[in-house]
T-cell receptor, first 117, second 115 residues
Framework: DTEVTQTPKHLVMGMTNKKSLKCEQH?????MYWYKQKAKKPPELMFV???????INESVPSRFSPECPNSSLLNLHLHALQPEDSALYLC????????????????FGPGTRLTVL | AQSVTQLDSHVSVSEGTPVLLRCNYS??????LFWYVQHPNKGLQLLLK??????LVKGINGFEAEFKKSETSFHLTKPSAHMSDAAEYFC?????????????FGSGTQLTVLP
C-alpha cells in the first residue's frame, strides 16, 4: 500500500482563523514533506521532516507551523494567512533508508485545497 | 546544480494515437528520474522511476520512458492515448547528492486527449 492520506480535502478560512492540515501514512516511511502548489505550477517544497525532526524549512513564513507528532503523522498549522496563501497543499513521504535521500521515491497525498478569504 | 526542462507546456493528441512528452535534464551525477501525473484537483501519482538499472522503464497505465544519457533525455511515451490520460505530467530529477531538497520538478506538460 502506497497511500498517503490528507484531511480535509477542502478548507476555506478567513485571515484571522487558525486551522490545521493533517497528513498520515502507514508505509513505515521516515521522511515526510509539505509542498505548496499554485495553479498551473509545479509543487514547491516547504518543509522536510526526517525521523520526526525538522530537517528543512525553505524560508516559509511563520504563519505556517509544521508539526510531526509521530512517524506516521504530519500536521501543518495555519494562522493569520493571507489570500496569496491560497493553494493546493500536498503532503508526501519517502522511505529514507540511509543517511541521505538518495534513490528515495516520494509518494504524494491527494492534497488539501486551501482558500483564504 | 541540477535542472529539468519539459520541452512542451501543452501537448494535444487524438484518442488512440501515440503520446510523446519530452523531458531533458541536467545533473552532475547519475540522477534518479521520475514521471508523475496529476489529474485535475488531485495529488501527484508516480508513473515510473529510473534509477540506473534498465534504461527503458515501464510504468503504470501503459506508459514507459527511455533514459538516454548521451542526449540527457527522459521522454515519456505511450502507444495509444486514452481519454483518461488527460492530465498534467511532471518530469522530476532527484538530487544525486542525497540532499533533503530532493526533487527538482519540471514546469509540467498539460496533455489533452481529443475524442
Amino acid at each position: 500500500d502506497t497511500e498517503v492520506t490528507q484531511t480535509p480535502k477542502h478548507l476555506v478560512m478567513g485571515m484571522t482563523n487558525k486551522k490545521s492540515l493533517k497528513c498520515e501514512q502507514h508505509m513505515g516511511h521516515r521522511a515526510m514533506y509539505w509542498y505548496k502548489q499554485k495553479a498551473k505550477k509545479p509543487p514547491e517544497l516547504m518543509f522536510v521532516y526526517s525521523y520526526e525532526k525538522l530537517s528543512i524549512n525553505e524560508s516559509v513564513p511563520s504563519r505556517f507551523s509544521p508539526e510531526c507528532p509521530n512517524s506516521s503523522l504530519l500536521n501543518l498549522h495555519l494562522h493569520a494567512l493571507q489570500p496569496e496563501d491560497s493553494a493546493l497543499y500536498l503532503c508526501a513521504s519517502s522511505q529514507k533508508s540511509g543517511e541521505g535521500y538518495l534513490g528515495d521515491t516520494q509518494y504524494f497525498g491527494p492534497g488539501t485545497r486551501l482558500t483564504v478569504l | 546544480a541540477q535542472s529539468v526542462t519539459q520541452l512542451d507546456s501543452h501537448v494535444s493528441v487524438s484518442e488512440g494515437t501515440p503520446v510523446l512528452l519530452r523531458c531533458n535534464y541536467s545533473s552532475s551525477y547519475s540522477p534518479s528520474l521520475f514521471w508523475y501525473v496529476q489529474h485535475p484537483n488531485k495529488g501527484l501519482q508516480l508513473l515510473l522511476k529510473y534509477t540506473s538499472a534498465a534504461t527503458l522503464v515501464k510504468g503504470i497505465n501503459g506508459f514507459e520512458a527511455e533514459f538516454k544519457k548521451s542526449e540527457t533525455s527522459f521522454h515519456l511515451t505511450k502507444p495509444s492515448a486514452h481519454m483518461s490520460d488527460a492530465a498534467e505530467y511532471f518530469c522530476v530529477v532527484s538530487d544525486p547528492s542525497g540532499s533533503a531538497r530532493q526533487l527538482t520538478f519540471g514546469s509540467g506538460t498539460q496533455l489533452t486527449v481529443l475524442p
